[in-house]
Nanobody, 116 residues
Framework: QVQFVESGGGLVQPGGSLRLSCAAS????????MGWYRQAPGKQRELVAR???????NYADSVKGRFTISRDNAKNTVYLQMNSLKPEDTAIYYC??????????WGQGTQVTVSS
């Protein structure tokens, strides 16, 4: 069973930066296209950034130009560099294949709070 462990969240002031990490339990990046998602209180989970099969990247309009998704296949890890953070970026951030696969559980996520 594939598992993901997200880390790197925390409390940051508006305009600050964080780098999230998502460690997979096995070498799956050659099988699945990975994405980062987030869920804010009272809102549905949304896709933030993802890879495509061709290796290009796609971003939600709300984070375009501020967030960067990357990966290290040797470490089975996907990253999300978040710059110029805004209060509306506050959410729990998760990684998962794109599109999500019903047989793969969501991890615990990592909390990102942007507040002064």
């Amino acid at each position: 069973q594939v598992q993901f462990v997200e880390s790197g969240g925390g409390l940051v002031q508006p305009g600050g930066s964080l780098r999230l990490s998502c460690a997979a339990s096995g070498s799956i990046f050659n099988i699945y296209v990975m994405g980062w998602y987030r869920q804010a209180p009272g809102k549905q989970r949304e896709l933030v950034a993802r890879f495509s099969r061709g290796g290009t990247t796609n971003y939600a309009d709300s984070v375009k130009g501020r967030f960067t998704i990357s990966r290290d296949n040797a470490k089975n890890t996907v990253y999300l560099q978040m710059n110029s953070l805004k209060p509306e970026d506050t959410a729990i951030y998760y990684c998962n294949p794109y599109p999500p696969i019903s047989t793969i559980n969501w991890g615990q996520g990592t909390q990102v709070t942007v507040s002064s």
